[in-house]
């Protein structure tokens, strides 16, 4: 399984824009890498999913560089709801999600 | 459509009791999973399966046992509970998909305290 290291925390201002980096060095060829959103006392919620260059939905941007070692959600304009850990996850669809610690985002007004 | 429901929201055990946490979906997934969640921590993965009457283990399978018997519900039991396995325990599922990875949907966890 590809092994994805991420900040443990993030802190932001309401309205600028959070970029949350995550590296996945031993990415295989069949995995994507998608992210996941958790608030307090409630389970994940996917955000976004790629596998190569910039996808973009209604929430959230994610990039990946050509090597896919790495990967970059955007949030932009983020606001106090915003507030909470994030998830990046490697795997194709024959492996099981492996959810590590995440990013814990603060948003502070 | 009521995505994915867990049975019961919160329980107390105490050590050795037995219990069962009943998963249940509306989606027509295949698959399924239990998670468990520790203070501060990410979810790891107990059990999950690929289709009706199939389970597989997963990172932390030891203490639990699930069972499959219906496409809709996911069973996870407890046989002897100890205070090692006080955490909220998740519930997903989601579809096979034949390429990407699978958009996994969560219920809203239960709370199990061993005393």
């Known amino acids: 399984l590809a092994k994805t290291t991420q900040p443990i925390s993030m802190d932001s201002y309401e309205g600028q824009e959070v970029n949350i980096t995550c590296s996945h060095n031993?990415?295989?060829?069949?995995?994507?890498i998608t992210w996941y959103q958790q608030f307090p006392s409630q389970g994940p919620r996917f955000i976004i999913q790629?596998?190569?260059t910039k996808v973009t939905n209604e929430v959230a941007s994610l990039f990946i560089p050509a090597d896919r070692k790495s990967s970059t959600l955007s949030l932009p304009r983020v606001s106090l709801s915003d507030t909470a850990v994030y998830y990046c996850l490697v795997g194709d669809r024959n492996t099981p999600l492996v959810f590590g610690k995440g990013t814990r985002l603060s948003v502070i007004a | 459509n009521a995505g994915v429901t867990q049975t019961p929201k919160f329980r107390v055990l105490k050590t050795g009791q037995s219990m069962t946490l009943l998963c249940a979906q509306d989606m027509n997934h295949e698959y399924m999973y239990w998670y468990r969640q520790d203070p501060g921590m990410g979810l790891r993965l107990i059990h999950y399966s690929v289709g009706e009457g199939t389970t597989a283990k997963g990172e932390v399978p030891d203490g639990y046992n699930v069972s499959r018997l219906k496409k809709q519900n996911f069973l996870l039991g407890l046989e002897s509970a100890a205070p090692s396995q006080t955490s909220v325990y998740f519930c997903?599922?989601?579809?096979?998909?034949?390429?990407?990875?699978?958009?996994?949907?969560f219920g809203p966890g239960t709370r199990l305290t061993v005393t």
């Open positions: 997903a599922s989601s579809h096979r998909t034949e390429t990407a990875s699978y958009e996994q949907y």
């Open positions: 790629g596998y190569k």
């Open positions: 031993n990415i295989a060829t069949n995995d994507y």
